[in-house]
């Protein structure tokens, strides 16, 4: 395997752990919120990094249906990730303190960040799931048709799982600002709210892979 793939394995693999834990800003205080969120954020420049030759192709080539969504997702996780990250230094308690704003930009910097943080969520679950073909290929190749359909249940299972936990987290309420504070429950712990949300990241994944491959067929029905 060519370094440059590692290399963008390990950035992927790296923003997925960093990206749930960002999700657990409660749990884990915010000092600690703070800085994975400057992680996040070198982690994203690193990503665009190796991925530069995307950038510099955007004028050049056919706009397919697939690609123009992908295309405006990404320019959306972009913009979410700007918006992040400057409501968060506004918020700042900790790392940007010094920094002079009032009592009054931090209340709306709050509900401007969770918006921002949470649809970011979503919008780099449906990007890493319009991109797993090659992953899931590999997969079912390498299986027999037992262990494929053991796989492919176990995804069902999850993804089910997934939505259930879209729905008992009120993920709706922090999408459209109804909430402006993460509500958790009495004996949440960090080990729960973590696997939750990996199954909400599962659940828009395969909506994001499902989606992808819808797009991509042409009039007849056939997979470009």
């Not at 994975?36 to 995307?54: E, R, Y």
Request: hydrophobic content about 50%.
């Amino acid at each position: 395997m060519p370094w440059k793939t590692k290399l963008r394995l390990v950035t992927d693999l790296s923003m997925v752990i960093v990206l749930l834990l960002l999700m657990s800003y409660s749990l884990l205080g915010e000092t600690a919120h703070e800085w994975i969120g400057i992680v996040m954020f070198l982690l994203f420049i690193l990503h665009h990094g190796i991925n530069s030759s995307w950038i510099r192709n955007l004028r050049g080539g056919k706009y397919t249906v697939s690609r123009l969504v992908r295309t405006v997702i990404d320019m959306l996780i972009l913009f979410t990730m700007l918006g992040s990250m400057l409501s968060g230094i506004v918020i700042s308690r900790h790392i940007f303190s010094f920094l002079p704003f009032g009592p009054e930009a931090g209340e709306t910097g709050r509900a401007v960040h969770m918006f921002f943080a949470f649809w970011g969520f979503i919008l780099m679950c449906l990007h890493g799931g319009m991109h797993l073909k090659m992953i899931a290929g590999m997969i079912h190749k390498d299986r027999g048709k037992t262990e494929g359909r053991m796989f492919s249940l176990c995804a069902l299972l999850a993804v089910v799982y997934g939505a259930c936990a879209f729905y008992r987290r009120q993920i709706i309420s922090y999408l459209f600002l109804q909430t402006h504070f993460l509500m958790l429950g009495f004996d949440e712990t960090l080990a729960s709210y973590l696997f939750d949300y990996f199954m909400i990241m599962i659940f828009f994944m395969w909506i994001g892979y499902h989606l992808d491959k819808i797009l991509k067929y042409n009039v007849k029905g056939k997979m470009r």
